[in-house]
């Protein structure tokens, strides 16, 4: 086993450059993987049929998951090449993957054009996004621990560790300002894919930085006395011992730490849009301004668990999650909930209109819009669009007319905007708290010669697997608690679930509550590698 040398400490400047050269590169590849997140509710309209806005939705949310389902294959094949070849040349191969995937997307034509070839290749370009990253945080991550001073790792990885979320605001920056510069129609027809194309500018510049990078001083100083792994896979994975802590570091660090990021961050944005139906461009904002204020934080936990351990504070994190979300979730939605608001009766409006269905021959579109607007200076507008037949020859299939398409718009006033704030700010504060450190725990987990391949993998399924699969999951549980309870209330039987908003949270919630209880029980607080 290689170990660390108090030799090989870099400078501060050098650490400086190391780490905004890496970080750079980690940010724009986080951006390119979140910018369908973050436009999951537009993409939902361009890629799938219309007729069910929630089945598109999911399907969405699918298409997302399934970039981070494929994260873990990812991590086994660019860290096999990452600890026989080298970690520099590893990530700059998975940049311009993701740089070209995103770019992609930006680029392929809706439903309407190429049928279901455009989800299809949607869900092509998400995976090959998911290989690149699988390859990418590992890389990120194990390069900077190489270059850190002994005793200093978790607060120089942690810098990484602010990029995911970094790369999120960066990614609602820039849907802010692409909404900012034109109308909402023009957005809604073309304006969404600014951001995918915008991406290869970013992605050239950090190629560019990246290329200039040397390698990782400990990796080069194992090739140099060719103490490199022949066989990574084997090594990672086939040995008992270092398998052990494959599966320690997945089930009671990684696997919660995942359902907690994704919560915390991609549900929240997701649940604050859908299921409180703020309108689209304070969702952003608000989350911007949250994931600015949390992001600090890590850097704070990181170099934290440099003085008390990493154990303690990342347990700590997925156990205030736990005890907490239910009630900061029920606090989002009741802040938003116009039933507790009083309503202005004078200021309300309604206007319907009817036009031919452009898709359906022989369709019509029924338009109602009804604006409301109440004393704390909140403001509904409610449009509902429903497909009839303006003749006997119309096709009524297509018509659905059963299912009229509504989509609520909430504007929120000041007070209420800074209230989800700061509930989602709590929700950033717990992600700090169990991601901060996971860094520097992975990299002293695993000896030099396979600590890009055994770091990767756990990292990548429990984030991949167990939290890319959150946002779908928890979706599909809260719109089935919902639809349950509708066909309860047609049946005239008691409802099922008193607040089906709040179903979808078992899952994180479940998730994290196991990892706690391994990580509590089987991991110790100390390095498995000793400097």
């Known amino acids: 086993m290689i ?84 970690r520099k040349y590893t990530f700059m191969v998975t940049l311009l993957l993701m740089g070209g995937a995103t770019f992609a997307i930006g680029l392929i034509p809706g439903y ?8 299809l290749l949607v869900l092509i370009l998400r995976l090959l996004q998911g290989l690149a990253l699988g390859g990418e945080y590992g890389g990120a991550a194990t390069y900077v621990a190489e270059h850190a001073p002994t005793g200093q790792r978790g607060y120089w990885t942690s810098w990484i560790q602010t990029t995911a979320t970094v790369g999120l605001f960066v990614s609602l920056i820039v849907i802010l300002l692409t909404r900012s510069s034109m109308s909402k129609e023009a957005f809604d027809e073309w304006g ?22 040397h390698e990782s001083p400990l990796f080069a100083k194992a090739k140099a006395e060719g103490k ?93 999650a736990i005890l ?38 022989g369709g019509m579109i029924k338009t109602k819009t009804v604006k409301r607007e109440y004393t704390d200076g909140t403001k509904l507008t409610e449009v509902t669009k429903t ?8 096709e009524p299939a297509k018509l659905d007319a059963a299912r009229p398409d509504v989509k609520k718009t909430l504007l929120i006033n000041s007070s209420d905007r800074w209230s989800l704030i700061w509930l989602v700010f709590i929700q950033v504060i717990f992600v700090t708290l169990v991601y901060g450190p996971i860094a520097a725990f992975l990299v002293e987990m695993f000896p030099v010669q396979i600590r890009y391949t055994s770091m990767s993998l756990p990292y990548h399924i429990g984030n991949g697997v167990f939290g890319g699969l959150l946002p779908a999951v928890a979706t599909y549980l809260a719109t089935g608690a919902k639809e349950a309870n509708t066909a309860a209330e047609k049946a005239g039987s008691a409802l099922p679930y008193a607040a089906p908003y709040l179903e979808g ?15 509590i029980f089987y991991i110790k607080n100390r390095a498995q590698v000793v400097d």
Do not use: H
């Open 228 to 320: 490199t792994s022949a066989n990574p896979l084997k090594e990672s994975f086939g040995n008992k011992y270092n398998f052990k802590f494959v599966l320690l570091a997945l089930f009671g660090a990684t696997m919660g730490q995942g359902v907690v990021w994704y919560t915390g961050q991609f549900y929240a944005m997701n649940f604050i849009k859908t299921v409180c139906n703020v309108d689209a461009m304070q969702s952003d904002e608000l989350m911007s301004v949250a994931l600015l204020m949390g992001t600090p934080f890590f850097v704070v936990f990181g170099w934290l668990s440099d003085k008390i351990g990493r154990k303690g504070i990342m347990m700590a994190g997925m156990l205030v």
């Open 387 to 394: 497909k009839i037949a303006a003749d006997p020859s119309a």
């Open 192 to 213: 969404w894919r600014v951001p995918f194309i915008a991406s290869v500018l970013m992605v050239g510049i950090s190629y560019i930085i990246r290329r200039n990078m």
């Open 112 to 119: 309407e054009t190429i049928g279901f070839l455009a989800p």
């Open 3 to 86: 170990s660390d040398s108090p030799k090989q400490v870099t400078s501060t400047r050098s650490l400086i450059s190391v780490i905004g050269a890496s970080s750079v590169g980690t940010l724009i590849e986080w951006y390119d993987f979140y910018i369908f997140g973050s436009l999951a509710t537009v993409l939902a309209t361009k890629f799938f049929p219309e007729g069910n806005p929630t089945a598109a939705f999911l399907s969405t949310l699918a298409t997302f998951a399934a970039g981070f389902v494929v994260r873990p294959f990812g991590a086994l094949f660019f860290g096999r090449l990452g600890d026989l070849i080298g």
């Open 505 to 519: 949270l078992w899952y994180p919630i479940i998730v994290a509550a196991v990892s706690l209880l391994i990580g």
């Open 324 to 361: 907490s979300y239910r009630t900061l979730y029920e606090k989002m939605y009741q802040t938003t909930n116009v039933k507790k608001k009083q309503e202005i009766t004078a200021n309300f409006s309604a206007d319907s209109t009817t036009a031919p269905d452009p898709k359906v021959a």
